[in-house]
């Protein structure tokens, strides 16, 4: 089991369980999946989700407080009938975080944020404890407003959902010829990455669907890694070891990096430094503090 207790600003690998089926919950939480997304929303019929919420529920009270915090539920999208129940249900038993499903802006962060301030208060429960990931872009709407979340209360991270946007957009595929997404998910891809950075969250890439092709599951992660993603959604539980390697930087990277840090802190007045031949400035400080503080946390 990863560490408990991890942020949400950390987490590479997260591990989607139906809410409905005990076993893959467990199943999920007993690996090395830094977040478990226990879901309500697509893997769970609508005339199961009242049962789902109380399995959903009784699991979360099953664990200690230091699991939790790495037990996640997503939830029903705000603008359906089933979300105040979901939260209902689910926050007494006070899971790590919220995954929001087709949030249309950083409105719909806020009124999130109302429901759970007072259905902590109303459960004893610290006020502001449960964290939120938001799915954005996850429709054609949301597209438009991946630039709205600075600010927004409890969130920690924003990911995007290429399989809704394929069908709000009315598509048959979302693929291009050469067997990767096509145009339109591509830029909505980056207007999460680039939303993230607008709010100050980390961005995690969307899934990857053929969960037994774990060498394109690792050429993706990597990909996301080195574009800016700090981590990415699973569907299976063998694709987390994938994930979760792909996100940790190898030992090259981390010593290159404290060079870096130990050359500028040697002439802190330096603008640039000269390593290897090339020129780095601040922009290249920065980086390699990032990936050493991220590595301190994995």
């Known amino acids: 089991m990863t560490d408990s207790g991890l942020s949400g600003f950390d987490a590479r690998s997260w591990l989607f369980a139906p809410g409905d089926s005990a076993r893959k919950m467990e199943k999920a939480a007993a690996g090395p999946a830094d977040i478990v997304l226990i879901d309500l929303e697509d893997a769970v019929a609508v005339a199961e989700k009242p049962a789902a919420r109380k399995r959903a529920a009784d699991f979360l009270a099953a664990h200690s407080d230091s699991d939790r915090g790495r037990l996640w539920i997503r939830v029903n999208p705000l603008d359906g009938p089933h979300t105040l129940a979901d939260l209902a249900a689910i926050v007494p038993a006070r899971p790590g975080g919220i995954m929001l499903p087709k949030s249309r802006g950083g409105h719909d962060v806020r009124t999130l944020d109302h429901y759970l301030s007072a259905l902590e208060v109303a459960a004893g429960a610290e006020p502001g404890d449960i964290e939120v990931i938001v799915l954005a872009p996850e429709s054609a709407e949301a597209v438009f407003t991946t630039g709205t979340y600075r600010g927004a209360p409890r969130l920690t991270a924003l990911t995007w959902g290429v399989e809704d946007l394929a069908e709000s957009l009315g598509a048959s595929t979302n693929l291009g010829p050469d067997g ?21 969250v980390a961005a995690v890439d969307t899934i990857y ?43 090259q990277e981390l010593a290159a990096a ?30 390699a503090q990032a990936l050493l503080a991220n590595r301190r946390h994995s």
């Open 180 to 200: 990767g997404y096509g145009f339109t998910y591509e830029l909505a891809r980056s207007l999460c990455l680039v939303g993230a950075a607008t709010a100050g």
């Open 258 to 287: 404290k060079e870096i840090v130990d050359l500028f802190a040697a002439d802190p007045e330096a603008g640039a430094i000269g390593y290897r031949g090339a020129l780095l400035d601040r922009p290249h400080l920065a980086r």
């Open 209 to 251: 669907g053929d969960y037994r092709d774990l060498d394109g599951a690792r050429a993706r992660a990597e990909k996301a890694r080195r574009e800016g993603f700090r981590g990415m959604l699973a569907i299976h539980p063998d694709q987390v070891e994938v994930i979760n390697a792909a996100f940790a930087p190898s030992d």
